[in-house]
Structures are given as C-alpha cells and as structure tokens.
C-alpha cells in the first residue's frame, strides 16, 4: 500500500492544528478556560459521529475505550501544560518545547512494542530540532526571563503528553482499525476533565465574559483543531511509522508560521525562515518516496494486509 495517502491525511491534519495558535490567539480566552472549552466543544460534535461509527462497525471494545481514555489524560496534560508555559517563556519557545513529541513518539514505540527506528530518521533529527529552534525563535531570545526554568519544565511535559497521546491512540487505532472517532471521542472526554481537573489548581474555568466573537473562534478551535486534526492524525499515522509521523508533524510550527504571517500580519525573520527551510528539507530526506515501510509493531496485532 502506497505511503502516500496516509502522509497526506497527517499533514492535513497538522495543518488543522498549525491554526490552532492563531484561533486561541483571537479568541482571547483565559488559557484554562481555553483548554477545556476546545475539548467539550469538540465532544459534542464527535459524539453523533462515534454513534454513527457505532451503528455502522460495533462499538468499540472495552480494551479500546481504556486506551482512549489514558490517552486522552496524557492530552489534557499537554494542553494544561502548553498553554501554561506560553505565559513563561512566549509561544515561540514552548512552540520548540513541545516538539520533543518527535523523539517520545518513536522512542515509546521502540520500547513498549519493539519497532524499529529508521536510520535515516536518527541522521536528520538534529537539523529537524534545529530547524523547529529556529522557527520558534528560540536563537532569537537573549534573555528568557526568571520564569524560564517554569516555563521550560512546563513545555517538555507538554511535549511528553503530546507524544504519549500520539503513541497512545496510535496503538489503540491499530488494533480496532474501523474505529477511529469512537477512541476519538472518548479521549477528547477524558482530555476535557483532565484539563478541568488542572484547572481547579490554576485559577478555575471563567465563563462570563466570554463574547460571541469569542466563542466562535473557541468553537472553529473545536472543530478544526480538535476534531477534524486528530481524525486526519490519526487516519494516517497508524499506517506510518511512528518516526514518520512525528517527522511529519514537525511541519506544523512551520505552516502556523505562514498562518501567522498571513492572518495576523506576524512577519517572520531571516532565521525563522531559514529554521522553516531547514524542516522542510530534514523532513523530505526523512521520508522520501519509494522508502517508507509500514510499522512492524513486535506486540501489536494487526489484521492481516489485504494483498498477501
């Protein structure tokens, strides 16, 4: 089966979350109340497709549902955290900070279910992180200011969550390939009360004072930033390996660059384009055409492919 189609589904869908930043940024809302508000908004649109799903394939195992459910713990974590960390260290720096989903997602991969990690993948790593340094303006920083050491702790968790959510429902869409928006939907459930959970620890959920204008924003971030991204991710990634799914992400710091600088007249520097260039490249070398192999999951069963 051709890679082609699944790497596609991927950078759709990180195309959806690369707008994610500029949607929080217009809709102006706390960042707990943001964090929440993008999970149970999108809970509300997944639940009449899981039961269409439902109806069509079965529901889906207990197994499956527990997968989610953990996942989406590990999620709700990564937003709490992201959108914490921005407040510390500024949106460039945590946008570099949570891209260490790139090393967790293939590591977490090769531990627990033994698949390997292409070579190619290991050589171009550092100019991939370099790369994503550069975009996020991390060299352009000369003084980080005395939160830097929160703000940093904050962006590596949030860079664990977000891996281990990838790893998470990878392995789980895997062994029920019919059902995607079922896991979907119990994660983003379970994403929603972790985040309200974090919240009563960071300052609550604050509703009034939201304005219509803002909830449209909030309820596109639902739409397209939770659900339609996660859909298309996770579509593609379980037929990818996890290095190239997470070498593939990496494009979305750079697409939320372009956004930036397209919707909110944000113009990038010499070194953030030069950063952009620099992924562009690492992540062509990492996946070229004709190269690409399915995951080999040690301890994953799988269905059987369809030509053999």
């Known amino acids: 089966m051709s890679e082609t189609g699944p790497a596609l589904a991927v950078l759709a869908g990180a195309l959806c979350l690369s707008a994610s930043a500029i949607l929080v940024a217009l809709a102006d809302v706390d960042a707990a109340t943001t964090a929440v508000l993008r999970c149970g908004i999108a809970v509300a649109a997944l639940i009449p497709l899981a039961m269409h799903e439902r109806a069509r394939h079965g529901p889906?195992?207990?197994?499956?549902?527990?997968?989610?459910?953990?996942?989406?713990?590990?999620?709700?974590?990564?937003?709490?955290?992201?959108?914490?960390?921005?407040?510390?260290?500024?949106?460039?720096?945590?946008?570099?900070?949570?891209?260490?989903?790139?090393?967790?997602?293939?590591?977490?991969?090769?531990?627990?279910?033994?698949?390997?990690?292409?070579?190619?993948?290991?050589?171009?790593?550092?100019?991939?992180?370099?790369?994503?340094?550069?975009?996020?303006?991390?060299?352009?920083?000369?003084?980080?200011?005395e939160q830097a050491a929160t703000g940093t702790l904050l962006g590596l968790v949030a860079g664990i969550g977000y891996g281990a959510y990838l790893f998470l429902t990878r392995r789980a869409t895997s062994r029920e390939p019919a059902r995607m928006t079922q896991p979907l939907a119990w994660a983003t459930a379970s994403a929603a009360g972790t985040a309200a959970a974090i919240a009563g620890y960071s300052g609550g959920i604050h509703l009034s004072g939201i304005t219509p204008r803002s909830w449209g924003f909030l309820v596109a971030l639902a739409l397209l930033g939770q659900v339609a991204a996660w859909l298309l991710i996770h579509h593609g990634s379980v037929r990818l390996e996890p290095a190239t799914t997470g070498a593939l992400l990496l494009i979305q710091?750079?697409?939320?660059?372009?956004?930036?600088?397209?919707?909110?007249?944000?113009?990038?520097?010499?070194?953030?384009?030069?950063?952009?260039?620099?992924?562009?490249?690492?992540?062509?070398?990492?996946?070229?055409?004709?190269?690409?192999?399915?995951?080999?999951?040690?301890?994953?069963?799988?269905?059987?492919?369809r030509r053999r």
Do not use: K
Not at 266 to 273: D, I, K, M, R
Not at 282 to 287: E, I
């Open 60 to 145: 889906l195992s207990g197994r499956g549902a527990g997968w989610a459910i953990v996942a989406g713990v590990a999620l709700g974590i990564d937003y709490a955290a992201w959108t914490a960390s921005i407040y510390h260290v500024g949106a460039g720096i945590s946008t570099v900070l949570i891209n260490v989903q790139v090393i967790v997602l293939p590591l977490l991969a090769f531990v627990v279910d033994r698949e390997r990690i292409d070579r190619r993948f290991v050589v171009t790593l550092p100019v991939m992180l370099l790369g994503i340094s550069l975009v996020g303006g991390l060299w352009d920083s000369a003084e980080l200011g």
């Open 253 to 305: 710091p750079v697409l939320a660059l372009a956004l930036a600088a397209t919707i909110l007249a944000e113009h990038p520097t010499g070194s953030q384009l030069l950063g952009a260039l620099a992924v562009l490249v690492a992540v062509a070398a990492s996946n070229r055409p004709g190269h690409a192999r399915r995951s080999r999951a040690g301890c994953v069963s799988r269905p059987p492919p």
